[in-house]
C-alpha cells in the first residue's frame, strides 16, 4: 500500500467509529429511559399493594372486634347480609378504607370489604367468646 491509500483507510475508520459511538450512545440512552419508566411503575404497584394491605389489615381488625363483642370501630360501614347463620350470629359484611399515602400530592385510598360471622347480640362483658366445651 502507498501512503495515500493508508491514510484513506484510517479516514474511513475514523467515520465508522464516530457513526458506531453515536449509534451506541442512543441506544443506552433508550435502554436508560425504559429502565426508568419500568421502576417508576414498580413503586407505583409498591405503592398501591401496600395500601390494599393496610385495608386489608383494618378491616380484619374491625371484624375481630365485632367477633369479640366490641362495637365497631369509626370509619366503617356494617352491612348485616340476609344468609342463614346459626342461632345467635349473623352473617355482616364489613367495609373499610386505608388511611391513604401522602407520598405524592393525591391522597390515594383503598377499599376492603370483609364477610364473617358474627355474634347478633352484644355479649355481656366476662362471657366466654368460645361457648363451653
Known amino acids: 500500500m502507498t501512503m495515500r491509500n493508508e491514510r484513506r483507510a484510517v ?41 390494599i394491605r393496610s385495608a386489608s389489615r383494618a378491616t380484619e381488625t374491625a371484624l375481630l372486634e365485632l367477633k369479640a363483642g366490641k362495637p365497631l370501630p369509626a370509619g366503617f360501614q356494617l352491612e348485616k347480609l340476609p344468609d342463614k347463620a346459626p342461632q345467635g350470629y349473623a352473617w355482616v359484611r364489613v367495609t373499610g378504607q386505608s388511611n391513604g399515602n401522602e407520598r405524592t400530592e393525591k391522597v390515594y385510598r383503598e377499599r376492603c370489604s370483609l364477610v364473617g360471622l358474627t355474634p347478633s347480640e352484644p355479649r355481656p362483658s366476662g362471657s ?5 366445651r
Open 11 to 51: 479516514r474511513r475508520s475514523r467515520g465508522f467509529f464516530a457513526m458506531e459511538a453515536a449509534w451506541s450512545l442512543g441506544l443506552a440512552l433508550l435502554l436508560l429511559m425504559i429502565m426508568t419508566v419500568m421502576v417508576m411503575q414498580q413503586n407505583k404497584a409498591e405503592m398501591k399493594l401496600s395500601l
Open 128 to 132: 366466654d367468646p368460645g361457648g363451653a
